[in-house]
């Protein structure tokens, strides 16, 4: 009995007789719950700058990270139920987050051009930018690492998401110090060049997760169909 419950991974025994794809979907969580929190936190302290201080090139940021957060949803939800069809799902469904936060920012700096806002609390806001930088740094850490070490083209996309976003908020604390220079038009127009950045990660992103798809889907759907097969 001993050697038959060791054999199938009893949580009493060796996690090396674990089946591979429990350790892949545990480790896999992981990654997106640790990524999740420091972004979280991140886009929750630059919430209450933005509130003070109304920077359109903030608040590009902040929906960003915002976004950048919600998409470890889909893909945690798909290292749950440990299925690479999933993952490719939610990959997509990472660019689609991509793209939509695009034109958000996009639509309010064009606003912001039209109606000029002064803004304040500008010390603040270059600490938002900052948090916003290194925060987007150890999201990307964690998912890159994980990505490639598990295999999953949508986490590292998701990485490489999250890394971008660190620069996008580099322009948060450069339009801090424009502002502060008395250039207020500065503050859209980065949001602007910013709405640009995004949409060149939404690219990116894609091409990360179609190719993905196609290097590995002759392995994966193989592996998958035999996991089906046992499940």
Do not use: C
Not at 23 to 51: E, K, N, Y
Not at 61 to 89: C, K, M, Q, W, Y
Not at 162 to 175: C, N, P, Q
Not at 202 to 214: L, N, Y
């Amino acid at each position: 009995m001993t050697h038959h419950l060791a054999e199938h991974g009893h949580p009493g025994h060796t996690h090396g007789r674990v089946d591979r794809s429990i350790l892949r979907s545990r480790a896999g969580v992981r990654a997106v719950a640790i990524s999740l929190a420091i972004l979280a936190v991140t886009a929750l302290l630059q919430a209450v700058v933005f509130i003070l201080s109304g920077s359109v090139a903030l608040l590009a940021d902040l929906i960003h990270n915002g976004g950048d957060a919600l998409t470890a949803i889909p893909l945690g939800i798909a290292f749950l139920l440990r299925s690479e069809r999933a993952e490719r799902v939610a990959g997509y469904f990472v660019v689609g987050a991509i793209f939509v936060s695009a034109l958000v920012a996009g639509s309010e700096a064009v606003y912001r051009l039209a109606h000029p806002q002064v803004l304040s609390y500008l010390p603040a806001l270059a600490a938002a930018g900052l948090v916003g930088v290194l925060g987007n740094e150890l999201a990307a850490r964690v998912r890159t690492a994980a990505g490639r070490r598990l295999d999953s083209p949508a986490l590292v996309a998701d990485g490489a998401h999250a890394r971008v976003d660190g620069y996008v908020s580099v322009g948060v604390v450069a339009s801090a110090a424009f502002v502060a220079a008395g250039l207020r038009i500065a503050d859209p127009l980065i949001g602007l060049a910013m709405t640009g950045l995004i949409l060149k990660v939404t690219w990116d992103a894609w091409r990360t997760v179609r190719t993905g798809d196609h290097d590995h889907d002759h392995d994966h759907d193989h592996d998958h169909d035999h996991g089906d097969g046992s499940r």
